[in-house]
Nanobody, 123 residues
């Protein structure tokens, strides 16, 4: 079993940056792919991006490609979402989740979820 806790959310102006962290517990963390998702008020949850179990492969939604970067530190059991050039439309609750396939190309079927962290981008 994997437990996930997100942190690092907050309020930032458009064009600014934030780095979210996803801290995991559970001895099999390194075998999971970790994905980031977001959900804005009144909208469905959407896939943001994911990183493979090894940390060598990433996959991003078109809406964040070139602005967001996911990295993984297996010894620290932590995954990061670096968000640059933030836009008001990035405002949402951000969640990390674990997929037991280890592949970053799944956008559904994640097994474990964190509680979420709020990101608000002001214009």
């Amino acid at each position: 079993q994997v437990q996930l806790v997100e942190s690092g959310g907050g309020l930032v102006q458009a064009g600014g940056s934030l780095r979210l962290s996803c801290a995991a517990s559970g001895r099999t963390f390194s075998s999971y792919a970790i994905g980031w998702f977001r959900q804005a008020p009144g909208k469905e949850r959407e896939f943001v991006g994911a990183i493979s179990w090894s940390g060598r492969t990433t996959n991003y939604a078109d809406s964040v490609k070139g602005r967001f970067t996911i990295s993984k530190d297996n010894p620290k059991n932590t995954v990061y979402l670096q968000m640059n050039s933030l836009k008001p439309e990035d405002t949402a609750v951000y969640y990390c989740a674990a997929h037991d396939s280890g592949s970053p190309y799944y956008t559904k079927g994640y097994d474990y979820w964190g509680q979420g962290t709020q990101v608000t981008v002001s214009s």
